[in-house]
């Protein structure tokens, strides 16, 4: 094989190998991305977390969920924000939130929190902590969440009696 050929074969295996390599999907890279953020965000259990509502730290408890997922049911603290994910970094920097203040933020599961979080931190924001689960933890854990209809707790499905 002349030394044309094996040119042509290297540069297609490399070209290959890379493409097949590095290739990746959004759903890949977002992965990526809070997993790396989780190593420096530090997460609180729900147990932690009512600890604090109880003991009435000196905290901001800020929702990231959208407005159509607060309107279900929010975990009632007396010192609860709400600022959807795309909107937490103007927030921020327009002063509503003191880059000394603790921080615990939620979403739904834990993701939007963690990447919330993040944001703040890349600001300055020195004491953040994201919900680690989200609200669907907090539920799970057997804690109240409130809405326009009152208090509520969540009881397993088989619980219920419906569907049987």
């Excluded at 097949?20 to 932690?48: C, Y």
């Excluded at 604090?52 to 929010?74: H, P, S, T």
């Excluded at 970094?89 to 880059?99: E, R």
Aim: charged share 25%.
């Amino acid at each position: 094989m002349n030394k044309y050929y094996q040119r042509i074969i290297t540069i297609l295996f490399f070209a290959v190998f890379n493409f097949t390599a590095f290739a990746q999907t959004p759903a890949d890279v977002l992965d990526a991305k809070i997993e790396a953020t989780a190593k420096i965000i530090e997460q609180i259990k729900p147990s932690e977390l009512i600890k604090m509502i109880k003991e009435k730290q000196d905290f901001v408890l800020i929702d990231v969920r959208e407005e159509n997922e607060v309107l279900a049911g929010k975990i009632e603290s007396s010192n609860y924000m709400h600022s959807p994910r795309g909107l937490i970094d103007i927030i921020a920097a327009k002063g509503s939130l003191k880059t000394e203040q603790t921080i615990v933020v939620y979403c739904k599961k834990g993701s939007r929190g963690l990447l919330a979080a993040a944001s703040l931190h890349e600001l300055g924001f020195k004491k953040i902590y994201n919900l680690k689960g989200g609200i669907h933890a907090w539920m799970e854990d057997g804690y109240p969440i409130t809405n326009s209809l009152g208090t509520f707790k969540t009881v397993p499905y088989e619980l219920t009696g419906c569907g049987n």
